[in-house]
C-alpha cells in the first residue's frame, strides 16, 4: 500500500479552505528567510502557495542582511502585530546567526514550527503545544491509513530535532515501543529489520534498502535528497514498496503532509490567539 501524501493533503486542505472560509478573519503566517539557498527558496514558496490557496494571508519576510539584532527586531515586531498568527524562521539559518537565540525570540504562541523551548518541552511532558510539522504530518498520514501503533515496534533513523527526537515523543504517546538509530548506531541493519513501523530521516540516498526491512513493515521516508536532478529518498522506494506492508513515496508523501501539518498549526494558533482576546 502507497502511504499517499499529496492526495491527503489535498483532502486536509479542503477540510482547512472550509474552515477559514467559516471564520471571521484570516490567519497569517509570516516566513522569514534568512538565506537564498534554493532548497529553503522552494519550500517557502510552497508554503506560501498552500497557505494562500486555503484563503490564509502569508507574508515572506527576506532578512538577508546577516545582522541578528535587527532579525531579532522583526522577530519582537511580529510577536506583537496581532494581525500575525504564526511566525516561521526557515532553517538552515544564514551563517553567524545563533539558531537558539533566533527561536527563544519567538512567542511561542506563534511558534508554527515548534521549535521554542517552551514547546519542546510541552511535546516531551505531553501538554498542548505546537508539535513540529513534519512529525505532525507522519502521524496524521500514519492515522489517515489506520495504520497501528499501539505495541508496535518502531525504529526511527535519525535523532534531529525536527524529525527524529519529536517523532520518539509523539510515538511513545501512541504507545509505540521505540527505538532510535543514528550515525554511530551498530548493526543498524539488526534494528531496522526488528521494526514494525520504521521511520527514516537521514538525508542519506537510499540508505534503506529492501533488506534492512521485515516483512509487513510500515515504511515512512522523510528524505529529500537531490540526486542527478532526481528527488528521491533515504529508502530505496522501488525495491522496498515489494517488501513491505506500506510505504511512502518521495516526493508525494511526507513532504505534502508537512506543509498542510504547517498549515493545521497556523490556524491552531490563530484560532487560540483569538480565544485570548
Ligand atoms: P539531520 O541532517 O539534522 O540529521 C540526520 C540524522 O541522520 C542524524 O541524527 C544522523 O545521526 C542520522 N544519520 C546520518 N547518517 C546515518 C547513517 N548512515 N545511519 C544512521 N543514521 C544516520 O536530519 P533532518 O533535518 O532530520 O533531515 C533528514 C532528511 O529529511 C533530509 O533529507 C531532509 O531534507 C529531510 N527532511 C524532509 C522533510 C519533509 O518535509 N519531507 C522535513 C525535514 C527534513
Known amino acids: 500500500m502507497i502511504l499517499d501524501g499529496k492526495a491527503t493533503s489535498m483532502t486536509r486542505q479542503a477540510d482547512l479552505k472550509k474552515t477559514v472560509e467559516s471564520l471571521d478573519g484570516a490567519p497569517h503566517l509570516v516566513v522569514i528567510l534568512t538565506t537564498d539557498n534554493p532548497a529553503s527558496t522552494t519550500y517557502v514558496k510552497a508554503k506560501e502557495k498552500a ?13 538577508m542582511t546577516g545582522d541578528e539584532a535587527d532579525l531579532l527586531k522583526t522577530i519582537h ?3 506583537n502585530d496581532s494581525d500575525v498568527h504564526g511566525i516561521l524562521v526557515q532553517l538552515p539559518l544564514a551563517e553567524g546567526l545563533d539558531v537558539k537565540r533566533v527561536m527563544d525570540a519567538i512567542d511561542p504562541k506563534k511558534d508554527v514550527d515548534g521549535f521554542h523551548p517552551i514547546n519542546v518541552a510541552a511535546l516531551f511532558q505531553n501538554r498542548p503545544g505546537f508539535v ?10 500514519l492515522d489517515t491509513y489506520d495504520i497501528p501503533l499501539s505495541g508496535k515496534h518502531a525504529v526511527i533513523v535519525g535523532r534531529s530535532q525536527i524529525v527524529g527526537l519529536p517523532m520518539v515523543h509523539l510515538l511513545t504517546q501512541r ?17 531496522t529489520l526488528s521494526a514494525d513501523i520504521l521511520v527514516v530521516a537521514t538525508g542519506r540516498p537510499h540508505l534503506i534498502t529492501a533488506d534492512y526491512v ?19 529518498g533515504d529508502v530505496d522506494f522501488e525495491a522496498v514498496k515489494e517488501v513491505a506492508q506500506a510505504i511512502t513515496p ?11 501539518a504547517l498549515l493545521e498549526n497556523t490556524l491552531d494558533a490563530y484560532q487560540q490567539l483569538r480565544s485570548q482576546t
Not at 494562500?52 to 532578512?63: A, E, L, M, V, Y
Open 214 to 232: 521485515r516483512p509487513g513493515a510500515t515504511v515512512v521516508d522523510v528524505g529529500i535528497n537531490r540526486v542527478e536532478g532526481k528527488l528521491i
Open 175 to 191: 504507545h509505540a515501543t521505540v527505538t532510535v538509530c543514528h550515525s554511530r548506531t551498530v548493526d543498524l541493519k539488526a534494528h
Open 132 to 141: 513540529p510539522a513534519t512529525p505532525r504530518g507522519i502521524i496524521e498520514l
Open 77 to 79: 515586531t511580529l510577536n
Open 51 to 63: 497557505a494562500k490557496k486555503i484563503g490564509f494571508k502569508s507574508t515572506i519576510i527576506h532578512d
Open 250 to 260: 518521495v516526493p508525494r508523501g511526507v513532504g505534502p503532509m508537512t506543509i498542510t
